[in-house]
């Protein structure tokens, strides 16, 4: 009796270790390692006129992506035409992409902020799940 209890006590931490040591790492965790992987890069320079500064992983299936236009002021920038080309644009992304399908699997939150070339804050966007998923 004695060894069936220690052998079902064995199996139970064996199959506990298996799961923790095995286990996919959690969205969250996903975005942080590919957060940390794009920062190595950064700054990155995008097009002519814009910069990713950087990407922060945030809680909650989010990710944050920071973009400088490194030859505009923020007089000089239209916020509602760049809002609407960027989000469209980064939704199309978000659909097409297959590179991106974790994204949409896990359903992750992706925002966009936007300085001018002092540093200025211009804009920012937000492009939910629900605007680029299923």
């Known amino acids: 009796m004695i060894n069936v209890v220690l052998i079902v006590f064995a199996l139970s931490i064996a199959t506990e270790i298996s799961r923790v040591v095995f286990q996919e790492p959690s969205i969250d965790e996903q975005l942080v390692t590919t957060a940390e992987e794009v920062n190595k890069h950064c700054p990155l320079i995008v ?3 814009t910069q990713l ?3 922060m992983a945030l ?3 989010k990710l944050q992506y920071n973009y400088t236009f490194y030859k505009y002021n923020k007089a000089d920038i239209d916020t509602v035409v760049l ?3 960027m989000k ?3 939704i199309n992304k978000l659909k097409t992409d ?3 399908a974790n994204f949409k699997e896990n359903n992750v939150f992706i925002g966009a902020s936007f300085y001018d070339m002092t540093g200025k804050y211009v804009c920012n966007l937000f492009v939910t799940p629900g605007e680029y998923g299923k």
């Open 53 to 55: 500064d950087n990407l």
């Open 59 to 61: 809680p909650n299936h």
């Open 88 to 90: 469209e644009s980064l």
């Open 47 to 49: 097009d002519s006129v």
């Open 83 to 85: 809002k609407n080309n």
């Open 98 to 100: 297959p590179k991106l």
